[in-house]
T-cell receptor, first 118, second 112 residues
């Protein structure tokens, strides 16, 4: 089956630093990847849609200058949390659509990245 | 704006019991609906995907139904086991290829 990996799985950083999270589709190509955020006991909330070779589309309330998304290839999207603050501590999960399956498909989720900002 | 609600928020049952988890959505014009399992601190495991034209899907002890017109879906778990303990998330997609909209989940605890 389709596999999506995320790296790192867990990161602790100091307030004010930047953190980069990678999302990779290991055995398929993904034109579109989605970035979600999940706070404790809350649902997954879409942050942005990442399209290969173009600018990401951000959801309302998500600062595009704070959460930088780069989708440079069909198998890799990165989310950089710039100048992280404690309120950015959360569980970040990406998902990817399999290009070969077109629109008739499910999304494949990564295992998530736990970010803790001290 | 599509909203997904899951009831109950938490559920505790003894091993062997059959149970039903509920999901409702406000906009019935969905493309598909999915049920996921999430273990503590982990990512998502897809359980069942129901296209908007389908009424139900089955996988092992799991059965998911969809009533699009009323905006409801149920996940039926037969003969529950302690290993079924997890949070179950319901999510809908409004259009093909778009992101999922999630409910807050139902946290299930099955005691042995």
């Amino acid at each position: 089956g389709a596999v999506v990996s995320q790296h790192p799985s867990r990161v602790i950083c100091k307030s004010g630093t930047s953190v980069k999270i990678e999302c990779r589709s290991l055995d398929f190509q993904a034109t579109t990847m989605f970035w979600y955020r999940q706070f404790p006991k809350q649902s997954l909330m879409l942050m942005a849609t990442s399209n290969e070779g173009s600018k990401a589309t951000y959801e309302q309330g998500v600062e595009k200058d704070k959460f930088l998304i780069n989708h440079a290839s069909l198998t890799l999207s990165t989310l950089t949390v710039t100048s992280a603050h404690p309120e950015d501590s959360s569980f970040y999960i990406c998902s990817a659509r399999d290009l070969a399956r077109g629109l008739q498909e499910t999304q494949y989720f990564g295992p998530g990245t736990r970010l803790l900002v001290l | 704006k599509q909203e997904v609600t899951q009831i109950p928020a938490a559920l505790s049952v003894p091993e062997g019991e059959n149970l039903v988890l509920n999901c409702s959505f406000t906009d019935s014009a969905i493309y598909n609906l999915q049920w996921f399992r999430q273990d503590p601190g982990k990512g998502l495991t897809s359980l069942l995907l129901i296209q908007s034209s389908q009424r139900e899907q089955t996988s092992g002890r799991l059965n998911a139904s969809l009533d699009k017109s009323s905006g409801r879906s149920t996940l039926y778990i037969a003969a529950s086991q302690p290993g079924d303990s997890a949070t179950y998330l319901c999510a809908v997609s409004n259009q093909a290829g778009t992101a999922l909209i999630f409910g807050k989940g139902t946290t299930l605890s099955v005691s042995s």
